[in-house]
């Protein structure tokens, strides 16, 4: 069976992979196990539910920033060829209105509900937009970093890369008042953890949680690789990201038809969590918007509908990602080689036959 994408007729002349101890973060394929672990939320709430709005505008592919070339991701008609050293107008626009009119719709709503977001600012973006980060923090909630430019990161050398992210901590610094708790890439690199782990320590600023995970619905521990010889290493705090309850479905050809598909899928992810949680195993979930997405009146109404429904429930704990990150390293502090205490991670650096030990092998 042909894989369905172009790789070069001569595969022998690629660079094999090579793993490297700093850079590399080992896979965990067995996470919590089948008990899964209760994050205790605040007032014993059943789930947590991270609202995060992911602000780009401005800071996209465009000649007019210095790139050679268009985006072509995540707006209306995505896909297609980009323009080469050639303005794309349309696409310029359309993230034009998630700034100028998208954004204040997300803000009114939540603000309305006092339901307290995670901004994945975007450097640039506010840069462009200052008032966003303002408005946010004015309000009460969390602005995150999404890196400085929403660029493609796979190919930059480490170097520029953690230029970018010095650039980032330090513009949203300025604007915002402090350097952002907790980073989420989205078109990270291979090496980007750890660059963000590494700048954030040079700079002496703490970094309390990352985001760039998809592998659970529960936070976790992870060991860095750059700390492996220190004597009181520090650990990564993973609050696990979501593409499933996520807004770009409407940008991309096997996602959401319609404002009803996005309301469908979200409260049923929701309904399942809340109902493990009043099972006796608390999760938390993440509903993720764009201003130039949902931000449009049609599919704005979904999500109005949806924050309708979450009010209405008991015991839910709408919460910041920052928040989230603080109870649990409150309450689960790090210990090297665990998921959380008492949580040993399994030893599968190379994903071979990997087992945790706190639980039996089976038979």
């Known amino acids: 069976m ?4 172009d790789l070069p007729s001569d595969t022998s002349k690629i660079k094999a992979f090579e793993w490297d101890d700093h850079y590399d973060f080992p896979r965990d394929l067995v996470g919590y196990g089948e008990q899964s672990f209760n994050p205790q939320w605040p007032g014993g709430a059943k ?10 505008e401005g800071a996209e592919n465009c000649v007019l920033n210095g790139d050679m070339h268009s985006e072509t991701h995540l707006w209306e008609a995505p896909g297609g060829s980009p323009k080469v050293q050639e303005r794309a107008v349309n696409i310029e626009s359309e993230y034009d209105y ?3 009119a998208g954004v204040w719709r997300l803000f009114r709503l939540f603000n309305k509900y006092n339901y307290k977001y995670t901004l994945y600012a975007v450097g640039k973006a506010i840069e462009d937009n200052p008032a966003v980060g303002i408005s946010s923090v004015k309000n009460g909630h969390d602005v995150a970093s999404h890196a400085y430019r929403w660029i493609d990161y796979a190919d930059m050398p ?3 890369e953690k230029e970018y992210i010095k650039k980032e901590i330090q ?3 300025k604007i915002c008042g402090t350097p952002p708790k907790g980073w989420y890439y989205g078109r990270l690199s ?6 963000v782990w590494d700048v954030y320590k040079e700079m002496g600023i703490p970094l309390l949680w990352d985001s760039d995970s998809y592998a659970d619905d529960l936070p976790y521990w992870v060991d860095v690789p750059a700390e492996k010889n220190e004597a009181k290493p520090e650990g990564m705090l993973m609050i696990p990201y979501s593409y499933d309850c996520n807004d ?6 096997t996602g959401f038809g319609s404002p009803t598909d996005f309301y469908d899928h979200v409260k049923g992810a929701f309904d399942t969590l809340y109902e493990e949680g009043e099972e006796g195993s608390p999760k938390m979930m993440t509903i993720a918007t764009h201003c130039r997405c949902i931000g449009k009146p049609a599919r704005f109404q979904a999500l109005k509908k949806l924050v309708e429904y979450i009010a209405s429930k008991e015991g839910v704990w709408v919460a910041t990602r920052t928040q989230i990150a603080e109870h649990f390293r409150e309450k689960f502090p790090y210990q090297p080689g665990h998921l959380a205490p008492g949580i040993k991670r399994t030893e599968a650096p190379n994903t ?12």
């Open 171 to 173: 513009t949203i610094q």
């Open 190 to 195: 291979s090496r980007s953890q750890a660059l």
């Open 352 to 363: 071979v036959n990997g087992w945790p030990s706190h639980k039996d092998v089976p038979v």
């Open 248 to 253: 770009y479905k409407f940008n991309v050809p």
């Open 47 to 56: 789930i947590a539910v991270s609202f995060v709005i992911n602000y780009e």
């Open 158 to 160: 480490a170097e520029k």
């Open 2 to 5: 042909s894989t369905p994408y």
């Open 98 to 100: 998630g700034a100028r």
